[in-house]
């Protein structure tokens, strides 16, 4: 059998993760500032998560899993003779990749096909469905591996963020480009590929700054509809109605998987916030 493993910042409900055979799901950490340390998506609801980051004088402390962790998982896979195909969050992004490496080595695990999605959250859960699908097709673990990290380049996130502070207190964009998109009324456009979170435009209010997304989209390439598109947000899922609308009235595509992002990829982009994470076409 193959088996797949993520992370949580692929953001997964339990609904999702129980229609999935052979899924394994290995949590990140938070700390907060008081010392109390959750584990992403087993500890906390996201509601509650949410709703205790609202009140924090300061910003949670996230941090990959400890090495043991994977071990187990790769204990169990060896134990039953079956093969892995892990599909991490960016290495860019996370240390997590490099510790489930060291893990297999140290586990002495073979079995194992890395996957370092260059992406988080909505972009891992594509990559996610579509191992799912090619393992129901009867292609090797290696072969998913490869095909993997071919698409994985297509992938795409668009957001709209409420502002750019959990990012930059977080680490993950620089001071200077924190202060563009944080001017007062500056509702911030964000993109993620190739690993990294990118400010990809900005506008005077929310409304502004869903425009300035789909026009982001289209100059993107619009979304592949051979693959799954995915809508998340992460306090307030009032705030993808206009995102919505768009795939829906505008682009004529279904609805898509609708997602709540979870507490650590929620502590970096902030409450309010929302997106879409799509396969662009392939170039000719």
Do not use: W
């Amino acid at each position: 059998m193959i088996r797949i493993l993520t992370d949580s910042a692929a953001d997964l409900t339990e609904k999702d993760a129980a229609a999935i055979p052979g899924l394994c799901i290995v949590p990140l950490n938070v700390t907060f500032e008081d010392g109390e340390t959750i584990r992403d998506g087993v500890d906390m609801t996201r509601a509650e998560f949410y709703e205790r980051l609202a009140g924090e004088g300061k910003l949670p402390r996230t941090s990959q899993p400890s090495p043991d962790d994977f071990i187990r998982e790769f204990e169990a896979a060896k134990a039953a003779g079956d093969e892995v195909v892990a599909i991490l969050i960016s290495s860019k992004l996370s240390g997590t990749f490099q510790c489930a490496q060291l893990a297999a080595e140290e586990c002495e695990f073979h079995d194992v096909y890395f996957v370092d999605t260059d992406t988080a959250s909505p972009g891992e859960y594509i990559l996610i469905r579509e191992a799912v699908r090619l393992r129901e097709e009867g292609i090797s673990a290696a072969e998913i591996a490869a095909q993997l990290d071919l698409l994985k380049k297509r992938i795409r996130i668009l957001a709209v963020v409420d502002s750019l502070k959990h990012l930059h207190k977080g680490g993950r964009l620089p001071a200077a480009v924190a202060l563009v998109g944080g001017a007062l009324g500056i509702k911030p456009v964000l993109s993620v590929y190739e690993g990294k979170v990118h400010l990809a435009d900005k506008a005077r209010g929310r409304p502004g700054a869903y425009v300035a997304m789909f026009k982001q989209l289209e100059k993107m390439g619009g979304i592949d509809p051979d693959y799954d598109h995915v809508l998340v947000y992460s306090s307030d899922r009032l705030v993808l109605n206009p995102i919505q609308h768009y795939v829906t009235h505008i682009l004529k595509l279904p609805a898509g998987h609708i997602s709540q992002i979870g507490s650590v990829i929620g502590t970096h982009i902030g409450p309010d916030a929302a997106g879409i994470a799509f396969v662009i076409p392939p170039k000719d």
